[in-house]
């Protein structure tokens, strides 16, 4: 499981008061029993926990995240996208 993983799951168990132990990637927020008010509350506690933004709003993106695999690849990808850009920006000017 990966850190991601990890984290997405205490949220869940914060957000619930619901244990979520062994979390498998397929399955699906409705099923655990959150509703989409819940799950616009979990995007909010995602972006706080791991300083990323999810535009839940966005059809392509809504449409994705069905599943408790699909927020951990989307975080994933953001995190890696917010990584990769804090080392452009860190890396030093060229000397003119």
Not at 60 to 78: F, M, N, P, Q, T
Not at 89 to 96: C, K, Q, T, V
């Amino acid at each position: 499981m990966s850190d991601v993983s990890q984290r997405l799951m205490q949220l869940l168990e914060k957000q619930t008061g619901k244990s979520f132990a062994g979390l498998d990637p397929a399955t699906e927020f409705e099923a655990m029993g959150i509703d989409s008010f819940d799950f616009i509350e979990l995007l909010f506690l995602i972006e706080d926990e791991f300083g990323v933004e999810i535009d839940y709003r966005a059809n392509d993106v809504a449409s994705r995240l069905k599943r408790v695999g699909d927020v951990v690849a989307i975080v994933e990808e953001r995190v890696a996208a917010k990584d990769e850009g804090m080392m452009m920006g860190a890396l030093p000017a060229a000397a003119s």
